[in-house]
Structures are given as C-alpha cells and as structure tokens.
C-alpha cells in the first residue's frame, strides 16, 4: 500500500469501492500509522451508519491485526493480512509485491466464514 490513507465505501471514486448492501457511499477510512511497523488504522466515517464489525465486535475505529475480520454490513466482509519480508533473505519469484495487492485487505468468499492465509513466512 502506497498512499497514507484509502477511503472505503459505495461511492465509485472511493480508492476501495465497495458495491453491497449496507455500505455506505463513504462507509471507510484505511489510514496508515506511522509506528515501528506501518501499522493501519481503519476508522468508521459515516457517523449515522452502522459502523464497522472487527472480529464481531461493533468498532469505530481500531488498528488492524494480521487476520483480523472486518465487516462493512451484511454482504461485505474483508480479512485483513499483513505482509512481512525477511530482510535476510532476498525476494524471489515467489514473493508478493506491492502490484501483486488491491491494498492490503482481500475479499472473504461467500458463504463468509474465517479462512487462514493461504501460506505463511
């Protein structure tokens, strides 16, 4: 993920769109912190709306985990990965890189249920 922030919702000029019901047209904000790890914030922003779902807790805002589950309303639901390199050991053809990402949350397949990622490093 490149930019400090992503917007998320119904609106098409959203950076994450997002077409299901229950979202709003500016449901989301994705912020980068700027900590030891370049960790994300998601924060609700559409204060009359249902708000955010995080591992099945109702949240306004919270610093997203490695598979953490979030929930923007009935039918659209994302897991959370974090992406981590080991700097002693040079990329390959195999690793993932920034192009290779729509950001850094990915769709949950229906019917939704939680899913390990698909390998670890």
């Known amino acids: 993920m490149k930019q400090a922030a992503y ?7 959203c950076d994450i769109p997002l ?3 229950g979202v709003s047209w500016h449901h989301a904000e994705l912020r980068q912190q700027y900590d030891v790890f370049f960790s994300y914030l998601i924060a609700d922003v559409d204060r009359q709306g249902e708000g955010l779902l995080i591992n099945g807790c ?3 805002m919270h610093t ?3 598979g953490d589950e ?3 309303g009935p039918s659209a639901r994302a897991v959370y990965y974090r992406l981590s390199r080991d700097v002693e050991n040079p990329p390959d053809e195999f690793d993932i890189d920034d192009d290779d990402l729509a ?9 939704w249920k939680p899913t390990p990622p698909p390998f670890n490093r």
Request: hydrophobic share 35%; aromatic share 4%; glycine share 10%.
């Open 64 to 66: 997203l985990q490695h």
């Open 58 to 60: 109702k949240q306004r």
């Open 7 to 13: 917007s998320i919702g119904r609106d098409p000029n």
């Open 19 to 21: 077409v299901a019901e």
């Open 103 to 111: 950001g850094g949350i990915a769709p949950v397949p229906r019917p």
């Open 70 to 72: 979030i929930a923007f």
